[in-house]
């Protein structure tokens, strides 16, 4: 489903949340990066209709819609967290969201095909008290797709999942993303990293970066060095410098180091990562 936002604008009291937000997006899956405050849940909830804008236009699927109850139906959004009654179980949970969306065709073989999607249709009978975080998470993709949405907003997906579950979690949102349109926000570069070709980066409520990742990581090329130095220098060094990454080595340390010019004689030029990238960007603005 196509979106377009023009001049979206959100603030809670005296903190303004989203300013003059505009960009477009097509069919795929979105990568939403920013910091912790930059404004993504405000974003992500506008779009689902959860929370009211104070100015500006959206338009879903080329139509601007005065009243976002007309495309609910076609709108999935996976919160950061769920919160399922305990005592339901799995297949109880399935049922109830199915009521709400209105399934009334296949309904049992629609929750079954989702269950199996996302590997819980062997814990179909356990209560959701019982289920790991992970298994939550994945009841909550499960119960996002009932409606068989167009537009799926997914907002930190992979908070409290171990590294099994997000590589699984991915792999559920890529099966799904064919022909829709699927928006992933996240602090966490590596979390978007390899699902998403597109980046929407906000910083402070304004949108800094919209296009490819590979387009990113060009504008970095040229930025990023490595070095190997002491590890009482690098303290002095890292209040200086931008460093992306730092690894203990037997015999100091090395950093990787963002700056546009060389930063020591000894630093080598290497090609920047996703993570680079993404913050030489929101540290320059
Ligand atoms: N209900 C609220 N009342 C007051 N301020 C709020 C409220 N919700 C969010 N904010 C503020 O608005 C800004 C944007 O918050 P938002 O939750 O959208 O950011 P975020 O990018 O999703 O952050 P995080 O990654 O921490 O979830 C922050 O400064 C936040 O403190």
């Known amino acids: ?13 005296d903190k303004i949340a989203l300013n003059e937000l505009s960009f477009h997006i097509e069919e795929g899956m979105y990568g939403l990066l920013g910091a912790n405050g930059a404004g993504k849940t405000t974003l992500i909830r506008i779009l689902a209709g959860i929370l009211e804008k104070d100015a500006g236009e959206i338009s879903y699927g080329g139509e601007k819609i005065k009243d976002i109850n007309e495309i609910r139906h076609r709108i999935g959004y996976i919160p950061q967290k769920f919160s399922f009654y305990p005592n339901m179980t799995v297949f ?35 209560k959701t008290k019982a289920l790991s975080g992970g298994m939550k998470q994945r009841l909550g993709i499960a119960v996002s797709l009932i409606g068989n949405p167009d537009l799926l907003l997914v907002d930190e997906p992979t908070v409290g999942l171990d590294p099994m579950e997000r590589i699984h979690f991915s792999n559920v949102l890529t099966t799904f993303s064919r022909d829709r349109t699927i928006i992933i ?6 979390d978007i990293e ?13 949108n800094v970066y919209d296009g490819t990742k590979d387009e990113l ?4 090329k040229g930025s990023v060095w490595e070095l190997k130095i002491s590890e009482d ?11 992306s990454k730092k690894d203990l080595l037997e015999d100091g340390v090395r950093l990787r180091v963002l700056s546009k010019e060389k930063p020591i004689e000894s630093a080598y030029e290497v090609m920047p990562t996703l993570n680079d990238s993404y913050l030489f960007l929101v540290n320059k603005e």
């Open 1 to 13: 489903m196509e979106i377009k936002v023009k001049g979206l604008c959100k603030g809670y009291e």
């Open 92 to 126: 109880e949970i399935m049922d109830y969201f199915s009521e709400l969306n209105e399934v009334k065709k296949n309904k049992e073989n629609i929750i079954k095909n989702l269950l199996e999607l996302v590997h819980l249709e062997e814990c179909k009978m356990m």
């Open 185 to 190: 926000s996240s602090h966490i570069v590596s």
């Open 194 to 206: 390899s699902t998403c070709k597109r980046l929407l980066i906000l910083d402070n409520g304004r």
């Open 217 to 220: 990581m060009r504008r970095c």
């Open 233 to 243: 220098d690098s303290i002095k060094f890292e209040k200086e410098y931008l460093v």
